[in-house]
């Protein structure tokens, strides 16, 4: 099983600063990697798929990179609506999904 | 407008059973692969179930395998994943999920395993 590993598990940011988010993978990928944006009490919501794709409805300033076992998500200039646990997922071997453990970015 | 809707949570004894169901809407449910992905309560996602479009293939997480069934109504437009056998470590919320990478998500439903 390809265990997926998230740092930090909290990342403290003031408004209008970038968060970078690190997701790695046990072995490659490629690039079938997924970020999703949770609120509180909320459903997860797509954000990012193939490692770099941004999912419909989210802003420019979401963007992810990486490919095989490294991936990141950057947040430039964070907006108050921004502030949420992020998790990533890949999908290299369907359908067993492998999630990380979630990133937790607060308002600091 | 695509649109999962959860149902059938509640609370269950250990050893209990429960169906969980999953409407889906604004698609079409029969040309679509769908999943069980859970959450307890403070804590991360963990898939746990995954079928075909047609409901021929099926796949379970480990935690789950034996225990958990999951099955499709294509005809109802509707998603199934029955839970036999439940301990605490089943207690959470469950979503539904369309596709992979999970481009839609039910609103969830909590199960919860308690005596």
């Known amino acids: ?108 | 407008e695509v649109q999962l809707l959860d149902s059938g949570g509640g609370l269950v004894q250990p050893g209990g059973s429960l169906r969980l169901s999953c409407g889906a809407f604004g698609f079409t449910f029969s040309r679509t692969a769908m999943n069980w992905v859970r959450q307890a309560p403070g804590k991360g996602l963990e898939w746990v179930s995954s079928i075909s479009y047609s409901g021929d293939t099926t796949y379970y997480a480990d935690s789950v395998k034996g225990r958990f069934t999951i099955s499709r109504d294509n005809s109802k437009n509707t998603l199934y994943l029955q839970m036999n056998s439940l301990s605490a470590e089943d207690t959470a919320v469950y979503y539904c999920a369309k596709d992979i990478p999970h481009g839609q998500w039910g609103q969830g439903t909590l199960v919860t395993v308690s005596s």
């Open chain 1, 1 to 108: 099983e390809i265990v997926m590993t998230q740092s930090p598990a909290t990342l403290s940011v003031s408004p209008g600063e970038r968060a970078t988010l690190s997701c790695r993978a046990s072995q490659s990928v490629s690039t079938n990697l997924a970020w999703y944006q949770q609120k509180p009490g909320q459903a997860p919501r797509l954000l990012i798929y193939d490692a770099s794709t941004r999912a419909t409805g989210f802003p420019a300033r979401f963007s992810g990179s990486g490919s095989g076992t490294e991936f990141t998500l950057t947040i430039n200039s964070l907006q108050s609506e921004d502030f949420a646990v992020y998790h990533c997922q890949h999908y290299n071997n369907w359908p067993r999904g492998t999630f990380g453990q979630g990133t937790k970015v607060e308002i600091k």
